[in-house]
């Protein structure tokens, strides 16, 4: 069953604000990632970060992770209206070689 | 640079019949995986290659076949393709654990249809 949960499911909001997404997953990690999809595209990534570390930040985005609450959220800052896209977290196990998504959550950023 | 290239981009079948999905990377990474989307279901991990001649079953692998004979092919088989397969199918690819990372590289999809 997939570990990591997203969550809202969905969002919409306009452009120039942030956009928060959650995702909680269920055992020991190596590391979280955050991927974006466009509609009809494949998974593109976004970010990486690592079980020893508590935040990240890349251009417009910030990622937290707690590992003693296993959970993770993804800041998007000012957001436009090409930022529009299904997000989703993935988790890679220590002494595995795949990586377990969840479910996503769409966003929808209105101009 | 190429990275991931997936044929067909869109196909449908009748049920019964077989067919093969084609995945290709150029980046000469070890690790490749196919994975399919269903609506409200995320990504479900298939099956997955470690490297050429060695491959293992992931979440849902009943209904496909894959090889890894070269470094960089994957192919999925379907073979006898059923209604519940229709699916949108990604195949990914990774240099692995190289730097601790393991981001992984998709391709377009192919979307299939099983009438």
């Known amino acids: 069953s997939q570990q990591g949960e997203e969550d809202p499911q969905a969002l919409s909001i306009q452009e120039g604000e942030n956009a928060t997404m959650n995702c909680s997953y269920k055992?020991?990690?190596?590391?979280l990632q955050w991927y974006r999809q466009n509609s009809g595209r494949g998974l593109v990534h976004l970010i990486l970060?690592?079980?020893?570390?508590r935040e990240k930040h890349s251009g417009r985005l910030r990622v937290t992770l707690d590992t003693s609450k296993k959970s993770s959220s993804l800041l998007i800052t000012a957001s436009r209206a090409a930022d529009t896209a299904s997000y989703f977290c993935?988790?890679?196990?220590?002494?595995?070689?795949?990586?377990?998504f969840g479910k996503g959550t769409m966003l929808l950023v209105s101009p | 640079n190429a990275g991931v290239t997936q044929t067909p981009k869109f196909q449908v079948l009748k049920t019964g019949q077989s067919m093969t999905l084609q995945c290709a990377q150029d980046?000469?990474?070890?690790?490749m995986s196919w994975y399919r989307q269903d609506p409200g279901m995320g990504l479900r991990l298939i099956h997955y290659?470690?490297?050429?001649?060695?491959?293992d079953q992931g979440e849902v692998p009943n209904g496909y076949n894959v090889s890894r004979s070269t470094t960089e092919d994957f192919p999925l088989r379907l073979l006898s393709a059923a209604p519940s397969q229709t699916s949108v199918y990604f195949c990914?690819?990774?240099?692995?654990?190289?730097?601790?990372?393991?981001?992984?590289?998709f391709g377009a999809g192919t979307r299939l249809s099983v009438l």
């Open positions: 993935a988790t890679s196990a220590s002494g595995y070689s795949t990586l377990t």
């Open positions: 055992t020991s990690i190596n590391n």
């Open positions: 970060i690592r079980s020893n570390e």
């Open positions: 980046m000469n990474h070890e690790y």
């Open positions: 290659s470690v490297g050429a001649g060695i491959t």
């Open positions: 990914a690819s990774s240099s692995g654990y190289r730097g601790g990372k393991n981001i992984q590289y």
